[in-house]
C-alpha cells in the first residue's frame, strides 16, 4: 500500500511564477490536508480538503493560494505570482475520515529565487 | 485556543540513557495528542497517539508517552536511546474544537544521540 505521494519533491521558481504542488493520497483515503513548515519552524495548516470541497482554508492567505482536490486527480495546491517568502517545506497529508489519523507525504521544498 | 508548547529547542542524551521530550498542551474538551518524527529532508512519521484510556501509551520504534491530565502534559519517551533517535520530533493536538479536526503543531525539538 503506497504512502502519500507529493510532487515534485524540490521545486526552483522565480519570483512573479507560479507554483503547482501536487499530493495523492493513501488509498481509500478520501480527507487531505496542506501544511507549509518555514525553516527551523513547526508545520502549520494551510487547508482541509475532502473530494471536490473545501471544508476549512483558515490558514491560507488570502491572496495568491489557492486548492483543490478534484473527484479524479491528486491534490493541487496553487501558489501564483511566487515571492521570497513563499519558500518552504509543504507537506500534506491524507486520511480516511477526519476522526483517523493523519499520514503524511515526504514533502514539496520549494524555493523562490 | 487550543495549542502546544514544546519549551526545549534542542535536547542532548548520550546513547543509552534514557530520554525525554516535553510537550505541555492547551485544549478544550478532551485531547487527542500524537507525537511524530522528522528526519532530515524528510516527511513526518506518525510514532503514537493518545485519544482515551490507559496513560502510558507505546509506540514505534520503542517510543512511549506519558499523558498527566494534572500536569497538562503529553512527554516522549525512551528507555534507552540510540544514535539513529537523532531527529526533529514534533508534538500536535487535534483541534476538534473548530470541527475540521486539523493538527496543530508545536514548534518541535531536535533531539541529538552522542555515541
Same mark, same amino acid.
Given at each position: 500500500?503506497?504512502g502519500v505521494?507529493?510532487?515534485?519533491?524540490?521545486l526552483?521558481r522565480?519570483?512573479?511564477? +507560479?507554483?503547482?504542488?501536487?499530493?495523492s &493520497?493513501m488509498k !481509500?483515503? /478520501?480527507?487531505?490536508y496542506w501544511y507549509?513548515?518555514?525553516?527551523?519552524e513547526?508545520?502549520?495548516?494551510?487547508?482541509?480538503?475532502?473530494?471536490e470541497?473545501?471544508?476549512?482554508?483558515?490558514g491560507?492567505?488570502? +491572496?495568491?493560494f489557492?486548492?483543490?482536490? &478534484?473527484?479524479? !486527480?491528486? /491534490?493541487?495546491?496553487?501558489?501564483?505570482q511566487?515571492?521570497?517568502?513563499?519558500?518552504a517545506?509543504?507537506?500534506?497529508?491524507?486520511?480516511q475520515?477526519r476522526?483517523?489519523?493523519?499520514?503524511?507525504?515526504?514533502?514539496?521544498?520549494?524555493t523562490v529565487? | 485556543a487550543?495549542?502546544v508548547?514544546?519549551?526545549?529547542?534542542?535536547?542532548?542524551v548520550?546513547?543509552?540513557?534514557?530520554?525525554?521530550?516535553?510537550?505541555?498542551?492547551?485544549?478544550?474538551g478532551n485531547p487527542?495528542?500524537?507525537?511524530?518524527?522528522q528526519y532530515?529532508?524528510?516527511?513526518?512519521?506518525?510514532l503514537?497517539?493518545y485519544?482515551?484510556?490507559d496513560?502510558?501509551v507505546?509506540g514505534?520504534?520503542?517510543?512511549?508517552?506519558?499523558?498527566?491530565k494534572?500536569?497538562t502534559?503529553?512527554h516522549?519517551?525512551?528507555?534507552?536511546?540510540?544514535?539513529s533517535?537523532s531527529?526533529?520530533?514534533?508534538?500536535?493536538?487535534?483541534?476538534?474544537v473548530?470541527?475540521?479536526y486539523?493538527?496543530?503543531?508545536?514548534?518541535?525539538?531536535?533531539?541529538?544521540?552522542?555515541?
Amino acid at each position: 500500500n503506497a504512502g502519500v505521494m507529493q510532487n515534485p519533491r524540490h521545486l526552483v521558481r522565480r519570483r512573479g511564477q +507560479e507554483a503547482r504542488l501536487r499530493c495523492s &493520497p493513501m488509498k !481509500g483515503h /478520501s480527507h487531505v490536508y496542506w501544511y507549509r513548515q518555514l525553516p527551523e519552524e513547526g508545520l502549520k495548516f494551510m487547508v482541509y480538503l475532502q473530494k471536490e470541497n473545501i471544508i476549512d482554508e483558515s490558514g491560507m492567505p488570502k +491572496e495568491r493560494f489557492s486548492a483543490e482536490f &478534484p473527484k479524479e !486527480g491528486p /491534490s493541487i495546491l496553487r501558489i501564483q505570482q511566487v515571492v521570497r517568502g513563499d519558500s518552504a517545506a509543504y507537506f500534506c497529508a491524507s486520511s480516511q475520515g477526519r476522526d483517523n489519523e493523519q499520514f503524511f507525504g515526504p514533502g514539496t521544498r520549494l524555493t523562490v529565487l | 485556543a487550543q495549542s502546544v508548547a514544546q519549551p526545549e529547542d534542542q535536547v542532548n542524551v548520550a546513547e543509552g540513557n534514557p530520554l525525554t521530550v516535553k510537550c505541555t498542551y492547551s485544549v478544550s474538551g478532551n485531547p487527542y495528542l500524537f507525537w511524530y518524527v522528522q528526519y532530515p529532508n524528510r516527511g513526518l512519521q506518525f510514532l503514537l497517539k493518545y485519544i482515551t484510556g490507559d496513560n502510558l501509551v507505546k509506540g514505534s520504534y520503542g517510543f512511549e508517552a506519558e499523558f498527566n491530565k494534572s500536569q497538562t502534559s503529553f512527554h516522549l519517551k525512551k528507555p534507552s536511546a540510540l544514535v539513529s533517535d537523532s531527529a526533529l520530533y514534533f508534538c500536535a493536538v487535534r483541534d476538534i474544537v473548530s470541527g475540521t479536526y486539523k493538527y496543530i503543531f508545536g514548534t518541535g525539538t531536535r533531539l541529538k544521540v552522542l555515541a
